[in-house]
Structure formats: structure tokens, C-alpha cells
């Protein structure tokens, strides 16, 4: 098919305006930048057992009931709320004595005996004053717990902390693009993209093997960091 030399003329024209329209690239600067917190807990997070062995179950648990409601009432007269504490875990289950015995032959083993049963509750402690910790832990042992299975810590509001930690951040990324900017001889015109990423604090587990070794109970300290990436537009000054 052949067009006429008028048709191309118009195409040409249009097409050159959609070219000028193109916007010229942008100079970009980037900088990272990084921002820590330091964050003490207030809050401890302790998980306290109950262990009762008897010859039956029935006898097991009943101990074990009056044994943990004495354990709960001394956490309740330091003032522990009931909505911080809560049941996380229970069992029921039998000793077992196994006598040795040599098996001769086609002679059956002696099968295994049970000799008592066992009955553990766990209950989960969240005590709002850190302070307050190592003298709830001394109290519920002396009130009949006799597992320490844990104790964490934790903040009350994690959020303004991190949200400090990624300010720091942000305004080192600043800081820093404001330095290569001045070293470099350009100005720093608008942001144009920016990426912030941090994490709240994360303080350690304290394992307690037996009540004896619960106190005293040093919560630490620990950072909560941040890192920020921002991309400037750039321009000569």
C-alpha cells in the first residue's frame, strides 16, 4: 500500500512534540542511616509451676489444687491482676516403677508398675513492675511452687521505642546526605523515596532450673535499632 508524502509529513510532526516531551533524568543522591534506643523492661513475664505426686490421682490433684490456689493468692496480694494470670498448662499422669528382671528364653519381661501419679500445673505471671519480681518469685515458692520455669522481659510500649530508634535513623540518613552533598559540591533539592525498617527490643530469656536460684532477678538493657534509606533529587548549586 503506498501512502502519500503528505501523511508522513504529519506523522513526523507529531511524533518530534512527544520526544521533547520526555523529562530529562533526575540526579539522585543516596544516603543510609542508622538509629539505636536504649530500653530497660518494665515488664517480667514469669511462667510458675506446681508439681504433686501421690498414690492416686485424685490425691495428686487435690494437693496440687490447694498447693497452686495458695500460689495464686500470693501473687494476687502484690497486687497482680487476674487478667495477667493465666493457666499454660496442665497434666495428669502415672509413675511408673520398673523393676529389673532377666528374661530367659521365651520368658516375658516384667511389664512396668504404676506406683503413683503426678499432677503439674504451670501458670503464666505477667508482673507489670519489674521491680516487684525477685519478692512475687520468693513469695510463690514459699507458697507452694516448686518450678521456676522461665522468666522474660519485656516493655509495657515497644512502639515508642522503635518509633525513636527510626527518628535516629532518619535523621542520620539526613545528616549524611547533607555531608556528601556539601563534599560533592550539589544541593539536596526533594526527597524521593525513603525505606525504614526496626525492630522492637528483644531482652533474654532467663531459664531457672530450681526455685533456689530464682533471685535476684537483673532485667539488663537492651538497644532497639533502626536503619532508614533515602533517596534524594539533586541539583547544582
Do not use: C, H
Not at 509413675?95 to 503413683?116: C, N, V
Not at 522468666?151 to 546526605?177: C, G, H, N, Y
Request: charged share 20%; no cysteine.
Amino acid at each position: 500500500m503506498r501512502y502519500p508524502a503528505a501523511a508522513f509529513a504529519v506523522l513526523l510532526a507529531l511524533s518530534v512534540p512527544a520526544l521533547a516531551q520526555q523529562e530529562p533524568r533526575i540526579a539522585t543522591l543516596n544516603a543510609n542511616g542508622s538509629g539505636a534506643v536504649s530500653v530497660v523492661p518494665d515488664i517480667a513475664i514469669v511462667t510458675i509451676g506446681v508439681v504433686s505426686r501421690a498414690k492416686t490421682a485424685r490425691e495428686a490433684l487435690d494437693a496440687n489444687n490447694a498447693d497452686l490456689a495458695s500460689v495464686i493468692a500470693s501473687i494476687q496480694g502484690e497486687g497482680v491482676k487476674d487478667a495477667d494470670i493465666g493457666t499454660s498448662g496442665f497434666s495428669v499422669s502415672p509413675i511408673y516403677e520398673q523393676k529389673p528382671t532377666r528374661s530367659t528364653g521365651d520368658e516375658p519381661e516384667e511389664l512396668a508398675r504404676i506406683t503413683g501419679y503426678q499432677v503439674s500445673n504451670n501458670v503464666t505471671v505477667t508482673i507489670r513492675d519489674v521491680v516487684q519480681s525477685g519478692a512475687i518469685l520468693d513469695k510463690v515458692v514459699s507458697a507452694g511452687a516448686n518450678q521456676i520455669n522461665s522468666v522474660q522481659f519485656d516493655v509495657s510500649d515497644p512502639q515508642k521505642s522503635t518509633d525513636e530508634a527510626l527518628a535516629a535513623a532518619i535523621a542520620d540518613a539526613r545528616r549524611m546526605a547533607e555531608l556528601m552533598a556539601d563534599a560533592a559540591g550539589v544541593r539536596l533539592v526533594r526527597i524521593l523515596d525513603i525505606n525504614a525498617s526496626g525492630g522492637r527490643p528483644m531482652f533474654a530469656r532467663a531459664e531457672m532450673a530450681d526455685a533456689s536460684r530464682m533471685v535476684p532477678i537483673m532485667p539488663g538493657e537492651r538497644d532497639v535499632t533502626a536503619n532508614a534509606n533515602i533517596t534524594w533529587e539533586i541539583a547544582p548549586r
